[in-house]
């Protein structure tokens, strides 16, 4: 790529600090305090014959003979050199002294050599490829007073490096900036008019008239540019090719939650770069931070966004509308700290091959971003870093407004733009628990030093970990928490807008229908090894039969699922169902799948039911050795496991000896009684009749007993049940044994083929 050369206005100023008889125009003496003058000192050279405009309004060289690199001077020689004592450039080099409202004209030099290119302020290069095509502008600022001083302007911007002894910046950048800096210049000139120190009133003014130049330049090269772009801010519109002028560092952004225009999210605009491929076009790529929260800390992740490109202008999407959802789901973020087993309901995604797939969860989750992250290391997830003093402090610094740099203090609608009101009581937001345990999410007033405000309400104990949250740190909270959905066995970043609290079933132990004695066994293992592990005996070995194992084993249908989904109803506590299919069966991959398992169900003090657990229990013989492996295993594993675990068989008969003794209880389910089966029927029913908007006919007992006496187990009675009351709504008609009678008999048809019917034989005949 070449650099064109294309000199911008070579201006110079001269700056009346006071009145004093007038000096030597071309040299200013160290001691003078009259003015300081910045004059232009450029070699011999001459005019570009034809300027065109680049895409952001500025004149750019549009003809170019030569391939060789060129520079562009704009203005005036530098006075790093100077010790700060003198208030003006050397310019004794100088062909003459331009007053403050004359310009010298643009001029274009060849190949000028880096020594005679370091004595101006900066210079502005056009870059142009090989096809003679305009690419790029960049200013290379050798003025160390302007480095400095942009370097309090732009503080925190990324992106941008001003300690080299020539700054390549992006002119945009400086542009977005503008405003700021000639509020600093101006704030120079005030301290230069009322600095008593002589030394200091002299670099005051001078860093003001170096910034001048730089301002008058942006105010020149840009004009265009605001012609175009003001009116479309003022209509809330933007076009593509002015996109950037909305992307200002520490910005306050919004975009879909993984293209899911229901769930927007905020984050605070760290850069923005444009980019283009021949497939894909042009497209602007950004970048932000959010706060995000590991298990561990809170702290900011680093996101991406990209904008594609667009014909005409687009409606800019108002902040305010979404402002105070995303506030108050910023404060549910936080409060689910730790370990959260809680109900989802929406969609939920993860990231595939560089892609995004979408899953809608409607079941119980455990959110826990630490588990998450130690399960699956490799997945595409932010890393959390420890948060900047710009984030903690929600006072007026620079660049912590995020205002657009193209509007005005009075378009305060701007959608992009996230501003505070300046009379408003500075707060922040903590995280306290009540005395259950539960955390909240309160709001605290800060006095002007940024002290907390003592209140009579606010006496809680505080635990010393946990820290306080700004207004601003709530709006950016990320939209989605790591977790693992037990229905789908998927690790999944559910949406914090789809999570509520459990309605626990605290009659689904009390509905079982067993023996009272398993019941009370059942119950009082769970119970004392769950709140009274500290009183019980432990192994010779330190941390090895700490487990409470469990075999239910009898016919389906029974309630040996339903006695673990009771158990940790009753706990309050997540129910993992593994079957065997999931583990594998292969000796190399089985060990670390069920190490796994066994190590999240313990984290986690879920309830671990593996069902159907045939394969690993069964006898070990001589001619197998690839169950025997299986089998041992699962024994090995077992010992060291310190959680509650429920094994369902149907084929007891063929356990290993082994088990035996690391069984802790073991409960028959035999087939139902009569009483119990009248006892389901009339749990289901009821059930039923307890929904809104169902109607049900009136059900007598000899009705249930006529309905026990069904050889049915408890699965197909609920199936029964169900069926009858979809029978009931297409028909418009309430639920009543009519219904319930026609379902058995369909049923019981299909028991009569499988038993060895005429629908067996049938089928048989079909074959020959």
Known sequence: MADSSVTATAAASETKLEA?????????????????????????????????????????????????????????????????SDS???????????????ESPSKTVDDPDANEWDQYLFTVRRKFDWDNKYTETVVDLKS????????????????????????????????????????????????????????????????????????????????????TLYPLLEANTITFDLLWALFKPNTIAYTPTYGNQDEPRAFKLEYATKESSFMKGQWY????????????????????????????????????????????????????????????????????????????????????????????????????????????????GAGSDGGCCCVSESDSDDPYVHRRDSDAPRVRYKVIQDKEGNPHVVEVELDENGNEIQKEQMDEVEDPSERDFTEEELLIASPVVLGFAFSEKLWLEFSISGISDINWNEDAFDSLVLPDNQ???????????????????????????????????????????????????????????????????????????????????????????????????????????????????FLRLLEYFQGILFLTTNRVETFDDAFQSRIHVALRYGDLTTKAKRSVWK???????????????????????????????????????????????NEKTPLSMEHIKRVLEVAETFDHDLRGGTGYIDAMRSYT
């Open 285 to 396: 790529s950004i970048e932000g931070r959010y706060l995000e929260y590991d298990g561990k800390s809170f702290g900011m992740g680093t996101m991406l966004a990209e904008v594609e490109s667009f014909k005409g202008a687009r409606k800019i999407t108002k902040a305010e509308d979404v402002k105070a959802k995303l506030i108050e789901r910023g404060k549910k973020f936080v409060s689910m700290r730790g370990m959260n087993y809680r109900f989802h309901k929406g969609m939920a995604f993860y990231k595939k091959k560089r892609s995004v797939i979408k899953v809608n969860i409607n079941g119980r989750v455990m959110i826990d971003p630490a588990i998450h992250r130690r399960i699956n290391p490799n997945y595409p997830i932010s890393t959390v870093r420890p948060k900047d003093a710009d984030y903690i402090d929600d006072s007026d």
């Open 144 to 227: 160390k007073y302007i480095r400095d001083a942009l370097a309090k302007v732009m503080d925190g911007v990324k992106g941008v490096s001003l300690v080299q002894e020539t700054a390549v910046v992006d002119p945009n950048m400086l542009f977005l900036y503008l405003e700021e800096t000639r509020q600093y210049m101006n704030d120079l000139k005030q301290q230069a008019k009322t600095e008593k120190k002589r030394k200091a009133k002299k670099l005051a003014a001078t860093k003001a008239a170096h910034l001048k130049v730089l301002v008058k330049y942006l105010d020149t090269d840009y004009a265009e540019t605001k012609k």
């Open 519 to 633: 019941k009370s066994i059942v119950k009082a293992l769970v119970e004392s090894h769950t709140f009274c592990a500290a009183q019980n005996i432990d192994d010779v070995i330190q941390g090895k039969g700490k487990g409470l194992v469990a075999v239910l084993h009898g016919p389906p249908g029974t309630g040996k699922t339903l006695t673990a989904e009771g158990i940790a109803e009753l706990l309050k506590r997540p129910l993992y169902m593994v079957s065997a299919g999931e583990l594998g069966t292969d000796s190399r991959t089985l060990e670390a799948e069920l190490n796994k398992i066994l190590d999240i169900a313990h984290s986690w003090g879920a309830v671990l039911l593996l069902d159907e657990a045939d394969i690993f229990l069964e006898k070990r013989t001589i001619q197998d050795i690839h169950r025997n492996a299986l089998v041992s295993i």
């Open 20 to 84: 004093e008889p007038p000096v030597d125009n071309n040299t200013i003496k160290p001691d003078t305090k009259s003015s300081v003058a910045v004059s232009e000192s450029a070699p011999a050279c001459k005019k570009h014959p034809s300027k065109e405009k680049d895409p952001n309004g500025r004149n750019r060289d549009s003809k170019k003979k030569s391939h060789k690199s060129k520079s562009s001077s704009v203005v005036t020689p530098s006075d790093d050199s100077s010790d700060g």
């Open 88 to 102: 003006s450039a050397d310019s004794s080099s100088a062909e003459e002294s331009v007053s403050e409202d004359e």
């Open 683 to 729: 749990m289901f029913v009821e059930r039923v009749q307890a929904m809104d908007g169902v109607q049900t006919a009136t059900f007598t007992e000899k009705d249930f007993d006529n309905l026990a006496r069904h050889n049915l187990n408890g699965r197909q009675i609920k199936n029964s049940v169900r069926t009858a009351q979809a029978l009931a709504v």
